[in-house]
């Protein structure tokens, strides 16, 4: 999720859309508790709270925008450094750096909290798993702490798994044919979710296959190196350039659609969401990139470049693996502490673990991961 290329290196608006996608997913997981349709607590506050908290209910659609933002930063430096003699290599080394050491230690801390637990052996099962990235591949979780330690990180298995097929794609296919293999692409997605969801029917696993099978997101990856590979193209530019309107009123179509999605039928589960509503929801993230990107006068791009989003993107990687576990681990201490505690402590309890959760990241980021990743650059294309 990190741009290293001339075009997409340290550009502002890229890091406030990756503040935005890691803001959206720790607001769902702090503040959405799933109220019912016809929820309508007594008092104005509670109101309030249970009518914002409806919005709260799309957050699940930052790891989407994580997705079509990697994609397009990913797919927009193999297509700048195709033609590289070091291309594997470096590609691969540079990710090494910047995903695993982090990645690995969360795991390692998990079996140390397991063993001194006495479950070493459930910890030890459960990390042989996760080190290999197939956790999303509809394994259950043998405990809460486990749900509550690694359940985020299968997308980072979406991920890994999409760095295995990306590179020799884009190295192998031509930039014609690539257009077509990514609307192929594109296309299959939804009719693979539909195959799966019937075939292979929600599990004792937390999330179901056909949101977490790295196919069946294969069309948020796609858009965003699709938006890539415009974003390369001069003469896409120069039309884009004198035709603002066309992206504007494409990107607030999209907008109605998903706001409808959210409306209707926000689980991420739900079939309107697993038949269309991701495809849906990558092509406005795509075009919200995109936008953010040509139009730098627009509301999406000033929004972007606001330093506090870009603040929280650049530590989102460690925020995003262990916000759920501080979370957790909040809750269950105040449970212990006040069985009785009123809903507001809950409220207050996650919004303080969602800033503890952003002051380790932040300490991980300065003395952990930029030092690595400075080492990752090192590895020249």
């Not at 297509?79 to 230690?105: A, G, H, M, W």
């Not at 591949?137 to 509550?148: E, K, R, V």
């Not at 990687?317 to 759920?324: A, E, P």
């Amino acid at each position: 999720m990190i741009g290293e290329t001339r075009q997409t290196a340290r550009i502002r608006e890229l890091d406030g859309v990756r503040g935005v996608a890691i803001t959206l997913v720790v607001v769902f997981h702090s503040f959405y508790y799933a109220p019912p349709a016809g929820h309508h607590p007594a008092g104005l506050v509670r109101g309030a709270f249970v009518f914002l908290e409806r919005f709260f209910a799309a957050g699940w659609t930052g790891v989407d925008l994580f997705f079509v933002l990697s994609g397009f930063l990913i797919g927009g430096i193999l297509l700048d450094v195709r033609e590289s003699p070091n291309y594997f290599k470096t590609f691969y080394l540079r990710r090494f750096y910047r995903i695993i050491p982090v990645y690995y230690v969360w795991i390692a801390m998990y079996v140390l909290v397991t063993t001194v637990l006495g479950q070493f052996l459930v910890g030890a099962r459960t990390a042989a798993v996760m080190f290999l990235f197939l956790q999303n591949f509809g394994i259950p979780y043998p405990s809460l702490l486990a749900d509550a330690w690694l359940l985020p990180a299968w997308s980072l298995a979406v991920e890994e798994q999409f760095y295995l097929i990306a590179p020799l794609l884009i190295h192998l296919v031509s930039r014609r044919k690539l257009y077509a293999l990514l609307g192929l692409a594109i296309l299959a997605a939804p009719l693979l979710r539909m195959w799966v969801r019937y075939h292979f029917p929600q599990s004792t696993a937390s999330l179901s296959l056909a949101y977490t099978l790295m196919p069946c997101r294969a069309d948020s990856l796609a858009v965003g190196i699709l938006a890539a590979l415009l974003w390369r193209n001069k003469s896409f530019r120069e039309w884009l350039d004198g035709h603002s309107y066309f992206l504007a009123a494409l990107t607030g179509l999209f907008l109605l659609g998903m706001a409808a999605l959210v409306a209707w039928s926000p689980a991420d589960d739900s079939l309107p969401m697993q038949s269309v509503g991701y495809t849906w929801i990558a092509a406005f993230y795509g075009l919200v990139i995109m936008s953010a990107l040509a139009q730098p006068t627009w509301p999406i791009a000033v929004i972007a470049r606001f330093r506090w989003l870009g603040e929280i993107g650049r530590v989102s990687y460690c925020l995003y693996l262990i916000h759920d576990a501080v979370r957790i681990g909040g809750g269950f201490l105040l449970k212990s502490l006040r069985p009785n505690a009123p809903s507001w402590e809950l409220v207050a309890t996650n919004a303080g673990a969602a800033v503890i959760s952003y002051l380790i990241a932040r300490v991980s980021w300065f003395y952990f991961e930029h030092p690595l990743l400075r080492h990752g650059h090192e590895f020249k294309y």
